[in-house]
T-cell receptor, first 110, second 117 residues
Framework: QQPVQSPQAVILREGEDAVINCSSSKALYSVHWYRQKHGEAPVFLMILLKGGEQKGHEKISASFNEKKQQSSLYLTASQLSYSGTYFCGTGPSYGQNFVFGPGTRLSVLP | GAVVSQHPSWVICKSGTSVKIECRSLDFQATTMFWYRQFPKQSLMLMATSNEGSKATYEQGVEKDKFLINHASLTLSTLTVTSAHPEDSSFYIC?????????????FGPGTRLTVL
C-alpha cells in the first residue's frame, strides 16, 4: 500500500524552511527519501531504520517514528538546488520491496 | 553505492514494435534489480523484480508477456516492451539493491524515456 505524503506541493523562497511528511497505514521497518529533478532518475538522500532514528545531510535531515508509522523530512535554509520532487519510500520489513509515495513537489524561488 | 547505467536513454518507436532496454550494474554484482515505470507527474511504480538466473516477479496488473525481463548475469538485466502501444510511453527506470550494509538502499539508473507513436 502506497504511503501518503503531505503536502503535495510547496513553494519556498530561498533560505526558508520546509517539512515534508510521509505516513503509512502499515508497520514500517525503514523509510527512504529520494529527490528527483525533472527528467532525471531519483537520487537517494537518506534511509532511516527502526529505532526512532534521525539522520541528516548538510541542511536536510529526517526523523522516523515507527510507532506512528511516519517520517518527516526537514529542509533548512533551502537552496535553489533543493527544487524537485521528493519521494518517500517505505519497506514494511527487511528485504521487502519498496513502495514509493506520490511525491511532494518542492519549488525554491530566488 | 552502486553505479547503474541504462541504455538507451531515450527511444521513439512505432506502435507494434518491440523495444529492449538494458540496465547494467557497473561496479556491483546485483542479484536483484528492479524495474519501475513513471508516468508524467506521478510516482514510480514497481513493475517487476528481476532475479539473476531465475524468473522475474511481476507486480499485480503488469503483463509478464508484454514486459519481458531477462536477468542473465549479475550485471545486466533487460526489459523488452513487446508490441508497444502509445499507452506504454513512459519513463522506465531500473534500480539495484545494494549489498552488505547498503542492502536497504536502492541505486537508480538514469532512466529510459520511451515514446511510442
Amino acid at each position: 500500500q502506497q504511503p501518503v505524503q503531505s503536502p503535495q506541493a510547496v513553494i519556498l523562497r530561498e533560505g526558508e524552511d520546509a517539512v515534508i511528511n510521509c505516513s503509512s497505514s502499515k508497520a514500517l521497518y525503514s523509510v527512504h527519501w529520494y529527490r528527483q529533478k525533472h527528467g532525471e532518475a531519483p537520487v537517494f538522500l537518506m534511509i532511516l531504520l527502526k529505532g526512532g532514528e534521525q539522520k541528516g545531510h548538510e541542511k536536510i535531515s529526517a526523523s522516523f517514528n515507527e510507532k506512528k508509522q511516519q517520517s518527516s523530512l526537514y529542509l533548512t535554509a533551502s537552496q535553489l538546488s533543493y527544487s524537485g520532487t521528493y519521494f518517500c519510500g517505505t519497506g514494511p520489513s527487511y528485504g521487502q520491496n519498496f513502495v514509493f509515495g506520490p511525491g511532494t513537489r518542492l519549488s525554491v524561488l530566488p | 553505492g552502486a553505479v547503474v547505467s541504462q541504455h538507451p536513454s531515450w527511444v521513439i518507436c512505432k506502435s507494434g514494435t518491440s523495444v529492449k532496454i538494458e540496465c547494467r550494474s557497473l561496479d556491483f554484482q546485483a542479484t536483484t534489480m528492479f524495474w519501475y515505470r513513471q508516468f508524467p507527474k506521478q510516482s514510480l511504480m514497481l513493475m517487476a523484480t528481476s532475479n539473476e538466473g531465475s524468473k522475474a516477479t511481476y507486480e499485480q496488473g503488469v503483463e509478464k508477456d508484454k514486459f519481458l525481463i531477462n536477468h542473465a548475469s549479475l550485471t545486466l538485466s533487460t526489459l523488452t516492451v513487446t508490441s508497444a502501444h502509445p499507452e506504454d510511453s513512459s519513463f522506465y527506470i531500473c534500480s539495484v539493491r545494494g549489498g552488505g550494509r547498503s542492502y536497504n538502499e536502492q541505486f537508480f539508473g538514469p532512466g529510459t524515456r520511451l515514446t511510442v507513436l
